[in-house]
Structure formats: structure tokens, C-alpha cells
């Protein structure tokens, strides 16, 4: 049950959310009209099953109603979008990925914008109390990576530290067990930003970005484990399916 209340708190709202949106941004009357032409084309099909030339009108006027039944829906679906990818990616953060599992292994990986010499020494991994480092870093040249592995000893909430001879990065770190906020990647393109907002981009240097692989976690409903994800869409649909009569909304 960890997480799933909060979760399904959140799903609800977001149902009422997307109810509200669908009001304020679409034109209900013209939603309504549209899907009483839409009921009464596919009794069409039904009742001149045996009329070819009847049928073949009913299918083009389905078309063209489902059609604009679809241009009718899309101003709340843009206004949706962006706070909804927003919300979604914030979620998966919390409840599709665990903290690293203490006692297991896991891998720290660094993306470099410039190609590697080889032969020079590579930066260090420095990693907080109760996190051993147990592989000095593993250079894979074409893919201008280098890459670490790390076991939590304990539960540990820090920071990991890439070492460059002129430089520092750091990267968040969670270890143990309990739903907390993990983010995979910290990196410096603004672009990324927007997928990994919980730490600040990266300072200016040779690091695209530094990634700890988190194990995928999900939510347990009656003993049956769910991906967040599917949990949160059911309750949201159900939420607005159940109150769309209540606010007036045509869906």
C-alpha cells in the first residue's frame, strides 16, 4: 500500500483537472452536436445494412464527424499536454523508480561531450560514507563514457562527487528503502532539464551528464504490482468518467 493512497489522491485530481480543462477550452455544444451526428450515422449502418449506397454515405459522414469531433478536442488537449508531461515525469521520479537496494550493485556512468585520450588518467569517483566504489572507472571510448560500480553498504542520502583535475560534479545519490524522490540523470542541456528537473544542470565543463541506474519500482493494488502509470491512468479516467455528468462536461 506505500504510495498507493498518494498516488491515487493525485489521479483523482488530475481527472477533475482534465474535466475542468475540457470545459473552459472546448466548445461543449458543438461536442454534443457533433456525437448525437456521430450516434445517429452508425444507427445508419445498423438499420441499411442491405442498402450498399446508404452504408457508404454513413461511413464518409462518420469519418468526417469523428474528424471533427477530434478538432473540437484538440485546444484542451494542447493545454493539457505540457503540465501534464510535467506532472508525469515528476511521478515517475517518485513512484517508477526505487532508491538503490543496500547490498547491491549499481552503476554510475559519465557521458563526456569531447573524445577521451585513452591514455590519460581518467577523473575519480568519489562517493559518499556508506557507498564503496568497487571498480575503477571503465572507459568505453567510442561512446566517450566512463563508468563505475558502487554498492550501498548502508542507507545513504549524498552526493557523488567526478573528480576532474581542474574541476568537480556532483550528482544526487539515494540508498536504502521507502519511496523518496530519485533522479536518474543530472546533465547540462537545457533540453534534459526539463526531464531531470529535480537537480540544477550541470556547470559548464567537459560533462554532458552523470546517470545512476535506479531500479524501476511500481505500486502493489491488492497484491497485484502495477506499474505507477497504469494505476494512475485508471483512476484518473475513472475519476473524470464518473464526474463528467456532475460538471456538464461532454467527453
Do not use: C
Not at 499536454?81 to 517508477?96: E, N, Q, R, S, T
Request: hydrophobic share 50%.
Amino acid at each position: 500500500m506505500e504510495g498507493l493512497l498518494s498516488l491515487t489522491l493525485i489521479g483523482v485530481l488530475a481527472g477533475i483537472a482534465m474535466l475542468w480543462t475540457v470545459r473552459r477550452f472546448s466548445d461543449q455544444a458543438a461536442i454534443r452536436a457533433t456525437k448525437r451526428r456521430l450516434r445517429a450515422h452508425l444507427y445508419e449502418l445498423w438499420l441499411f445494412a442491405d442498402e450498399p449506397a446508404l452504408m457508404w454515405r454513413a461511413q464518409r459522414q462518420l469519418l468526417r464527424y469523428n474528424l471533427r469531433y477530434l478538432r473540437l478536442m484538440l485546444r484542451p488537449a494542447l493545454v493539457l499536454a505540457l503540465p501534464m508531461l510535467f506532472l508525469l515525469i515528476h511521478l515517475d521520479a517518485f513512484y517508477g523508480r526505487a532508491p538503490l537496494p543496500v547490498g547491491e550493485a549499481a552503476v554510475v556512468t559519465v557521458q563526456m561531450k569531447a573524445s577521451m585520450n585513452p591514455h590519460a588518467p581518467p577523473p575519480a569517483l568519489e562517493a559518499p560514507a556508506g557507498i564503496a566504489v568497487e571498480t575503477p572507472a571503465v572507459r568505453v571510448v567510442r561512446e566517450r563514457q566512463l563508468s563505475w560500480r558502487v554498492r550501498p553498504l548502508r542507507e545513504v542520502s549524498g552526493s557523488l562527487r567526478i573528480v576532474f583535475p581542474n574541476a568537480t560534479f556532483e550528482k544526487q545519490v539515494e540508498a536504502g528503502q521507502g519511496r523518496r524522490y530519485v533522479s536518474t540523470r543530472r546533465a547540462s542541456s537545457l533540453a534534459e532539464l526539463f526531464t531531470h528537473a529535480w537537480e540544477k544542470r550541470l556547470p559548464a565543463g567537459d560533462l554532458e551528464w552523470i546517470e545512476v541506474r535506479y531500479p524501476s519500482a511500481g505500486v502493489s493494488v491488492w497484491g497485484i504490482e502495477f506499474p505507477w502509470l497504469v494505476w494512475f491512468l485508471l483512476v484518473s479516467v475513472a475519476t473524470a468518467w464518473a464526474l463528467k455528468g456532475r460538471l456538464s462536461v461532454s467527453l
